[in-house]
């Protein structure tokens, strides 16, 4: 069976979700797998709410629209939580990330009851202790494919390595604290809750949440 894997990011203009989006989609491609990396378009302003998408895929991928229930979410900033029903259409047994410090007892009351897995990164410490500013899509991707696992991590790795040498061939010290940051965001990522398989007295397996 081929094998489907659909994201779907949520930021503020500025914070590079898009960009982390199609930069997933691009290393992606890099190591053979067939993908869509797109942003929704929009009123792009600094700090308005913006949404991106990746389809990653073993197989040619024929469908061409937004996704509306993802396997996987990235929240980039938490206080859309308030604001944008960001576990809309979220499969159960996927994920959701969120860059976030608050606790699990402040983010679970915001995802209006979402029963899957929630996973969080503080990805403004990942960032001022790897690359003094911050930047959270750096963090926020390296997250994303550990919880994903759309690639191994050494390939994912690998991978960035060798775009980052590319785009910032000229100033090494930004090159070293990006290649810093992806790799502390792999240690960084905490599960708030999990789920797993139960098996009820009819043979049906259904999801049983864990907190």
Same mark, same amino acid.
């Given at each position: 069976?081929?094998?489907?894997?659909?994201?779907?990011?949520?930021?503020?203009?500025?914070?590079?979700?898009?960009?982390?989006?199609?930069? #997933? @989609?691009?290393?992606?491609?890099?190591?053979?797998?067939? /993908?869509?990396?797109? %942003?929704?378009?929009? %009123?792009? +302003?600094?700090?308005?709410? $913006?949404?991106?998408? &990746?389809?990653?895929?073993?197989? @040619?991928?024929?469908?061409? !629209?937004? *996704?509306?229930?993802?396997?996987?979410? /990235?929240?980039?900033?938490?206080?859309?939580?308030?604001? /944008?029903?960001?576990? !809309?259409?979220?499969?159960?047994?996927?994920? $959701?990330? *969120?860059?976030?410090?608050?606790?699990?007892?402040?983010?679970?009351?915001?995802?209006?009851?979402?029963?899957?897995?929630?996973?969080?990164?503080?990805?403004?410490?990942?960032?001022?202790?790897?690359?003094?500013?911050?930047?959270?899509?750096? %963090?926020? #991707?390296?997250?994303?494919?550990? $919880?994903?696992?759309?690639?191994?991590?050494?390939?994912?790795?690998?991978?960035?390595?060798?775009?980052?040498?590319?785009?910032?061939?000229?100033?090494?010290?930004? #090159?070293?604290?990006? +290649?810093?940051?992806?790799?502390?965001?792999? &240690?960084? /990522?905490?599960?708030?809750?999990?789920?797993?398989?139960? $098996?009820?007295?009819?043979?049906?397996?259904?999801?049983?949440?864990?907190?």
């Amino acid at each position: 069976m081929n094998h489907l894997t659909e994201i779907r990011w949520h930021g503020r203009g500025g914070q590079g979700a898009k960009t982390a989006a199609l930069l #997933l @989609a691009d290393v992606a491609f890099g190591i053979g797998k067939h /993908v869509q990396g797109f %942003p929704e378009y929009g %009123p792009e +302003r600094m700090g308005a709410p $913006i949404t991106a998408y &990746d389809r990653i895929s073993d197989a @040619a991928i024929r469908v061409h !629209s937004n *996704i509306y229930e993802p396997d996987f979410v /990235v929240v980039v900033d938490d206080t859309l939580l308030h604001s /944008v029903d960001v576990t !809309s259409g979220l499969k159960r047994d996927g994920a $959701i990330l *969120i860059n976030t410090d608050r606790t699990k007892e402040e983010i679970l009351p915001l995802l209006k009851g979402y029963q899957g897995a929630v996973y969080t990164i503080d990805a403004r410490k990942v960032c001022m202790e790897t690359l003094g500013k911050y930047f959270p899509n750096t %963090p926020m #991707l390296a997250a994303i494919v550990k $919880i994903s696992k759309v690639m191994e991590k050494e390939v994912f790795l690998r991978e960035m390595e060798a775009s980052l040498e590319h785009k910032f061939a000229k100033k090494p010290e930004v #090159l070293e604290g990006n +290649r810093k940051a992806l790799r502390a965001a792999f &240690d960084e /990522v905490k599960k708030l809750t999990s789920h797993t398989l139960k $098996i009820s007295e009819n043979g049906r397996k259904t999801l049983n949440p864990a907190v």
